[in-house]
């Protein structure tokens, strides 16, 4: 890893508040700055709804080849495409986790949200030592914004989820395999992987709102397999 003191000089050039976790999979070892800072989550609390999810489809609860509608009051703007397509369109619950990953589609998102329920992806958050992680609004709710209800969570809590993937701890090895194929897929690519070969495998979750700029993933290498997340607030 790059010397602490370059880290922290090239973060020094930044505004605003930084947060970062960087862990060495292969060694154990880490460097952090400000990791217990709570941030607003923007679209990185989509991981733990992503793995609310296959929670309940591993205990039988929800079929992810089980087609679904997106409801009217679902289909809010910012990223995504099922907004813009058919409303009688019926993709499959697993088309639209993917793409509340791969595309950051707000609509999936929501549509999600009512499936899993809020309370549901809180409480697997804290089954999984999630500490400052919570989902308190669905996507492009300002009402609920205004009135002090934001989601939010820590570069910690998302370090620590994204070893659970890579360890197989989130819900079964199965299952967070799955989890991580997905977010290799990710599209949003201007940020993390923005300067790397186009080679080099990350599964990660972008996240952004007004003054908000976070990246997490997973970094696999031929030796070594490091996990970042960076959470950046001006």
């Given at each position: 890893?790059?010397?602490?003191?370059?880290?922290?000089?090239?973060?020094?050039?930044?505004?605003?508040?930084?947060?970062?976790?960087?862990?060495?999979?292969?060694?154990?070892?880490?460097?952090?700055?400000?990791?217990?800072?709570?941030?607003?989550?923007?679209?990185?609390?989509?991981?733990?709804?992503?793995?609310?999810?296959f929670a309940l489809a591993e205990e039988g609860k929800v079929d992810l080849a089980g087609?679904?509608?997106?409801?009217?009051?679902?289909?809010?703007?910012?990223?995504?495409?099922?907004?813009?397509?058919?409303?009688?369109?019926?993709?499959?619950?697993?088309?639209?986790?993917?793409?509340?990953?791969?595309?950051?589609?707000?609509?999936a998102t929501n549509e999600l949200i009512d499936l899993v329920g809020m309370d549901r992806?809180?409480?697997?958050?804290?089954?999984?030592?999630?500490?400052?992680?919570?989902?308190?609004?669905?996507?492009?709710?300002?009402?609920?914004?205004?009135?002090?209800?934001?989601?939010?969570?820590?570069?910690?809590?998302?370090?620590?989820?994204?070893?659970?993937?890579?360890?197989?701890?989130?819900?079964?090895?199965?299952?967070?395999?799955?989890?991580?194929?997905?977010?290799?897929?990710?599209?949003?690519?201007?940020?993390?992987?923005?300067?790397?070969?186009?080679?080099?495998?990350?599964?990660?979750?972008?996240?952004?709102?007004?003054?908000?700029?976070?990246?997490?993933?997973?970094?696999?290498?031929?030796?070594?397999?490091?996990?970042?997340?960076?959470?950046?607030?001006?």
């Amino acid at each position: 890893m790059l010397p602490e003191r370059q880290i922290l000089e090239l973060l020094g050039t930044l505004e605003g508040e930084v947060g970062l976790y960087l862990e060495d999979l292969a060694t154990g070892e880490t460097f952090t700055v400000n990791p217990d800072r709570v941030f607003p989550s923007a679209s990185v609390i989509k991981i733990p709804i992503l793995a609310a999810l296959f929670a309940l489809a591993e205990e039988g609860k929800v079929d992810l080849a089980g087609e679904i509608t997106i409801k009217p009051e679902n289909r809010v703007g910012g990223c995504g495409v099922l907004s813009e397509l058919n409303p009688g369109l019926k993709p499959t619950v697993l088309d639209v986790a993917t793409l509340m990953i791969i595309q950051s589609d707000n609509a999936a998102t929501n549509e999600l949200i009512d499936l899993v329920g809020m309370d549901r992806v809180n409480g697997f958050a804290g089954e999984l030592g999630l500490e400052q992680t919570r989902l308190q609004r669905k996507m492009m709710d300002s009402e609920a914004v205004k009135q002090g209800r934001d989601n939010f969570t820590s570069p910690r809590d998302i370090g620590r989820l994204l070893r659970l993937l890579v360890e197989g701890k989130v819900v079964s090895r199965e299952a967070s395999a799955k989890m991580l194929d997905i977010m290799k897929r990710q599209q949003l690519r201007n940020k993390l992987p923005a300067l790397l070969p186009e080679d080099v495998i990350i599964a990660h979750k972008t996240g952004d709102l007004n003054r908000l700029e976070h990246d997490v993933g997973v970094f696999f290498l031929p030796e070594h397999t490091y996990i970042l997340a960076i959470f950046t607030n001006c």
